[in-house]
């Protein structure tokens, strides 16, 4: 989200950290079921956010054998309108951290796409980034949610971008404001507000494919070319979450770099590795 952090954020990379309270919004999501025990197998306390009662049990299932506790909060996001809406959710988690892996079905009507990518996501960010006790918030995006050809894709990538968000219109469009908005929050948190420990991570992953986790990926300024699988979306958003060093946008595809090599390089490495790089910048900060 280019903007400065001081020096001790670089050199207290593995910093071991008291365990965390986690809400996971759209628990039930494949992603967020292969981050669930991830995040678990870290000692952390996830409380996963469902839509129905009949995903219960699948979630509390991800918790067993973990040192970490898992909860369930049942909630409709199409019922999250506002910020007090999202506010009683974050009064009733208490969380560290939030993670945001929802996203309405691609089979999804416009109604429902711009209550859930847009309405809700923009109302929880809100919540959360005016939540002091709140001090990171990882979303899991879209690669193609940008307004401008980034320069490190050719013309051929660009075009494809576009026509695939023309294809999904509504999810691109619903996606891109909230991830708009999120990026201007956390950068007002931290150059506004003054919190330098803050940390707002926008991951954004290509196409997505089923299967085993490879270890290996595309992580920062990338192509949309190979996919990703969702358990290597989960392994990195894991590692991303356990670093004091790494904000802003973090496209991910398919690659030949192993994960923790990848993550550490996003975080260490000047100038910063951020994928907003080409976007309008003076439009996206002043967002409110």
């Known amino acids: 989200m280019s903007y400065s952090f001081p020096i001790h954020r670089v050199l207290g990379i593995f910093i071991k950290m008291a365990p965390k309270n986690i809400l996971l919004i759209g628990g039930h999501g494949r992603t967020a079921q292969l ?58 988690a208490r969380p560290d951290y939030v993670v945001w892996a929802a996203g309405a079905s691609g089979k999804s009507d416009p109604k429902t796409i711009y209550a ?20 990171k918030i990882l979303s899991i995006s879209h690669l193609g949610s940008r307004k401008a050809h980034p320069s490190w894709w050719s013309e051929e990538e660009w075009k494809y971008i576009q026509y695939a968000n023309s294809l999904h219109y509504d999810t691109y469009l619903a996606k891109s404001e909230a991830d708009e908005l999120f990026t201007a929050l956390a950068r007002r948190r931290v150059v506004e507000g003054g919190d330098e420990a803050f940390q707002g991570i926008l991951l954004r992953p290509g196409r997505l494919a089923d299967g085993e986790a490879e270890g290996k990926v595309d992580l920062g300024q990338c192509r949309p070319g190979r996919p990703v699988t969702r358990a290597d979306v989960a392994m990195v958003a894991n590692e991303l979450l356990a670093r004091e060093d790494t904000w802003g946008w973090a496209d991910i595809a398919g690659g030949d770099e192993g994960i923790g090599h990848a993550v550490e390089r996003v975080g260490t490495s000047r100038p910063r590795v951020d994928a907003i790089e080409g976007e309008d910048l003076d439009r996206i900060y002043s967002l409110k």
Not at 41 to 48: D, E, G, L, M
Not at 59 to 79: A, N, S
Not at 119 to 131: I, N
Request: aromatic share 2%.
């Open 35 to 92: 981050l669930t025990p991830l995040l678990l197998a870290r000692s952390w306390n996830v409380t996963s956010l469902i839509r129905t009662e009949a995903q219960r049990d699948a979630i509390l299932q991800l918790g067993k054998g973990q040192p970490g506790k898992i909860d369930v909060l049942i909630i409709d996001l199409e019922t999250v309108k506002t910020e007090d809406d999202a506010r009683v959710i974050i009064d009733r």
């Open 116 to 135: 859930v990518d847009r309405d809700a996501a923009k109302s929880l960010f809100r919540a959360s980034v005016s939540t002091p006790t709140i001090t």
